[in-house]
């Protein structure tokens, strides 16, 4: 029979152990290796059947061990220790608290977080990104109060079946067996939030807290009584059900988990955060809900929209419009319009922020974009791609101008960096780990001792590795004497190739495989053989995805190669540590430039792995030609089976001639050129790829200048956003009349010559503004094909004269600066104090004609 209901009974600590309560219900111990090791002295036996799970331990413990510890002085005093330990670093000072002026609170909004296995609320690289975010953030201080969903059934376990098809499980998860504590108010009862639903329904919450070392995570649960049962789903499965399921879900996340940080403030007194950054635009309801709340404070919709957008970030995750949320535009207006409308908030203005090129669709992209001053991508091509992808959110801007930067991710090394290698740094490096300076001093470990922390993780990633394919072929339908061979699957001594990333297509899990005898001779060579480990889920509903994990398992499933390749099911956070702390190489072979970041190489360098990958992501920015190898791309080929076939083949050979050669050339036992990439690795590498490095940059770059002009706008009850949003209004109304009437210039000569300069003088038409409202700018520089200019140098013109007429003159000079095709061009943007960049408001003037441009060669 079947229970109608689960939940989860914790035990009653003794009084002598109730801090072992709250070191389990501070996610620190996920990368705190001491206090793991204090769990697993509570009862080896049950801490290794229950997976390592604090929580789980607790409640699989028996009260007569729990007895025995409270007698226990040395255990009782290494708790102790361990309590204390924690409480200092909750407190104590850190890099953050060095910073003047910066916010007193930043919320992080995102859909899933890797924190640790033991809370399964991730899926895949971003949910991976956001738990190094915040396990960052606690280390260097930084005050992030984050926000995301409770998923009841996680996002998925994977099994395989006999056919090596892809299969789904969904267990349900007690939020009482979770390291998670209910918010209670002052009156001792669960905090709600609610929102209000069309029909005069209503979607409620409650609210649990999860505790990541100094950050606290707010998870909003639908699973509530006073919710109807389409509502008590909302929060089922992470990017589970259709269209209306997942905007309910985007709704909480946004809309209640604003409504979810204001009741968290008051019953807890953090401060009310003064940055908001949304990590992809699936929270993007969240600008709507503070618009809301400063219109319902006596601010116009146009003045809300000013300060709200002032404080908040964006970060673009998605490298292909079809990665992006998109809802139709009659759903929205059913939510935010009719019986459930928000007087306040006009329900066409909040369709205008998701407007798109094809009517009818509402994009959250663009809504998050529309509603933050600053945007980003995740690694400098990744900007790149995106400033192309959205350019037309900015009409008449060149793609440069764009105002999408870019802050490249980085990886939280204390979770999953290996301990050994955590253990020798303490020794040999103090206060290496996480800092972006003395990394040189690498170079001070020797060859063997390098080698043999290697050799120890691959060992470890082999040992593993068997007892999981032995469960999946069990799984499949196989009897334990047929799997006899999976005793000698994997060699401790053999090149160790990792791949381990979910599965769409651009990713190219079977690239591998586009000359099976190709790869089948590198498995099985004699002298210089490779193994592979692999893994990967697809999203359920993609059947493509599917079929690539059923090939590669097809081919893995092969007599003469199964002990050399080997797919294991059910990649998470814990697979992930041991693949990139064992693999020798880390491979990645996406269609470039679909990648956006790709953070698991990172990972596998911090470990002492070297990378083998498409520059993509990341790698494009950072490869530098000796800490690791870059598969060539085929990027002109447009079929894309062809280019498949050049790139494996190019692919092929590296670890052929490359690879392989250089990991079997031993000296004195050691591969010498080897070690040194491993040691070239990690001193190029170790400072950029640091979540510490990421968290700082985002601090400086975006979250304190977004904190400045949030405190401007808001400051004497926001007199100057009010003022902002009047100027913004009247630009906006009176930017038709704006033109560049005419352009001079003098001092050109027949022949120019480098070092000599041109006098420019630019009549504008201001129409209803004053000269103080734009900007006018010469743009020079080097001409293309079709006389545009590439990658143009801006200088702004002073006023000269200003009319009666309503015209001006503005004048300057420009240096030729640069010999050959040289030209230049006008141009008017608005211009205010509080205007981020001149991009901002996608207003633009140039000339009707090229006036004045000049094609010509200096010399």
């Known amino acids: 029979m079947r229970a109608i209901r689960r939940f989860t009974v914790r035990t009653v600590l003794p009084p002598e152990l109730a801090s072992l309560s709250e070191l389990v219900l501070n996610l620190r111990w996920s990368w705190h290796p001491e206090t793991l090791d204090l769990f697993a002295e509570v009862d080896p036996a ?78 895949g690289g971003l949910g991976i990104l956001a738990g190094d975010h915040l396990k960052a953030a606690s280390d260097l201080g930084v005050p992030i109060l984050a926000v995301g969903l409770l998923y009841r059934h996680g996002y998925f376990t ?21 390291p ?24 409620h919450a409650q609210v649990w807290v999860a505790q990541v070392g100094r950050v606290p995570l707010l998870l909003l649960d639908s699973d509530v009584s006073e919710n109807d049962v389409a509502a008590r789903d909302v929060t089922d499965r992470l990017y589970g059900g259709g269209t209306d399921h997942r905007l309910m879900q985007e709704l909480l996340l946004g809309v209640g988990g604003v409504r979810a ?76 319009g009719g019986d459930n409308a928000w007087p306040t908030v006009p329900v066409d203005r909040i369709l205008a922020l998701g407007a798109e090129d094809e009517p009818g669709k509402f ?65 040999e490096l103090p206060t290496l780990v996480e800092r972006a300076q003395g990394w040189e001093s690498v170079n001070k470990i020797s060859d063997a001792d390098v080698w043999s922390i290697r050799g120890r993780l691959r060992k470890r990633l082999v040992e593993a590795a068997r007892l999981r394919l032995r469960q999946s072929w069990i799984n499949r339908g196989a009897s334990p004497p047929e799997l006899n061979w999976i005793d000698d699957a994997l060699d401790p001594d053999v090149l160790t190739i990792g791949f381990a990333r979910r599965v769409p297509s651009y990713k190219r899990l079977t690239l591998m495989l586009a000359d099976a005898d190709r790869l089948r001779s590198l498995l099985l060579d004699p002298d210089k053989p490779i193994q592979i480990v692999i893994a990967g889920k697809a999203h359920p509903a993609d059947e493509g995805g599917k079929k690539l994990i059923q090939q590669i398992v097809k081919f893995a499933d092969s007599e003469d ?43 596998a360098a911090l470990n002492g792995g070297l990378n083998l990958s498409i520059r993509d992501g990341w790698w494009d920015e950072w490869y530098d030609g000796t800490n690791g190898w870059s598969i060539p791309t085929a990027d002109g080929v447009t079929d894309p089976d062809r280019r498949d076939e050049l790139e494996a083949t190019a692919l092929y050979d590296l670890i052929e001639h490359e690879v392989a050669d250089r990991f079997y050339d031993r000296t004195d036992g050691l591969p010498r050129r080897w070690l040194e990439m491993v040691r070239h690795t990690l ?80 009549t504008i038409a201001l129409g209803e503004l004053e000269p103080g409202d734009v ?48 030209g230049y061009t006008v141009r008017v943007v608005p211009n205010h104090p509080l205007v981020a960049s001149a991009s901002e408001l996608g207003l633009i003037a140039v000339p009707e004609e090229p006036a004045g441009m000049t094609n010509g060669t200096l010399r």
């Not at 998670?180 to 979607?203: C, F, M, N, Y």
């Open 46 to 123: 049950t801490w290794e059947r229950v997976g390592q799970d604090p929580v789980a331990m607790l409640g699989a413990v028996e009260a007569g061990r729990l007895r025995e510890l409270a007698a226990d002085r040395r255990f009782l005093r290494r708790l102790a220790d361990a309590a204390d330990d924690l409480r200092e670093y909750m407190t104590a000072p850190r890099w953050y608290q060095t910073i003047s002026d910066a916010p007193k609170g930043i919320a992080y909004f995102s859909p899933e977080y890797g924190i640790a296995s033991a809370l399964p609320q991730y899926s």
């Open 158 to 178: 994977q099994s395989l079946s006999p056919e090596g098809w892809q299969l789904e499980h969904y267990p349900s998860l007690d939020p009482g067996g979770l």
């Open 180 to 203: 998670l504590s209910l918010l209670k108010g002052e009156d001792g009862e669960p905090v709600r939030v609610t929102i209000g639903l069309p029909e005069q329904r209503a979607l």
């Open 261 to 336: 940080i204001r009741a968290y403030c008051e019953v807890s007194g953090h401060a009310a955060p003064e940055v908001f950054h949304t990590n992809e635009g699936h929270a993007g309801f969240l600008g709507l809900e503070r618009i809301r709340e400063l219109t319902e404070a006596r601010l116009s919709f146009d003045e809300a929209l000013e300060a709200v957008r002032a404080g908040t970030v964006f970060t673009t995750h998605t490298p292909v419009p079809a990665g992006i949320d998109r809802f139709p535009a009659e759903m929205i207006g059913r939510q935010f």
């Open 363 to 427: 994009n959250m992209a663009a809504m998050g974009m529309r509603l933050a001053q600053r945007v980003n991508g995740v690694s400098e091509l990744h900007g790149a791609v995106s400033r192309e992808m959205f350019q037309g959110l900015w009409p008449g801007f060149d793609i440069d101008e764009i105002p999408i930067g870019s802050i490249t991710n980085g990886v939280h090394a204390p979770t999953w960096v290996g301990r050994e290698i955590m253990e020798l740094a303490g020794r």
């Open 561 to 603: 190669v199964r002990h050399r390749i080997i797919f294991l099911p059910d990649y998470d956070m814990a697979l992930g540590q041991l693949l990139v702390q064992g693999c020798d190489v880390w491979l990645n072979n996406p269609l470039r430039p679909l990648e956006a970041c790709g953070t698991s190489g990172m990972k």
């Open 683 to 762: 001193t190029t590498l170790g400072p950029k790829v640091l979540a510490g490095r990421m968290l700082r940059d985002y601090v400086v770059d975006l979250y304190a200048p977004a904190a400045r002009s949030a405190r401007v706008l808001s400051s004497d009850t926001y007199e100057q956003a009010k003022s902002f949003a009047s100027w913004k209004l009247r630009v906006g109304r009176a930017w038709p009349g704006v033109r560049v009437e005419h352009v001079e210039a003098s001092g050109l000569g027949d022949t120019p010559e480098l070092g000599a300069s041109l006098e420019l003088k630019a």
């Open 775 to 822: 900007r006018v700018q010469a743009a020079y520089g080097r001409v293309g094909l079709h006389d545009d200019l590439v990658t143009p140098t801006y200088s702004d013109l002073a006023v000269e004269a200003d009319g009666d007429d309503g015209r001006a003159v503005f004048s300057g000079v420009v240096p030729l600066d640069r010999t050959g095709s040289f």
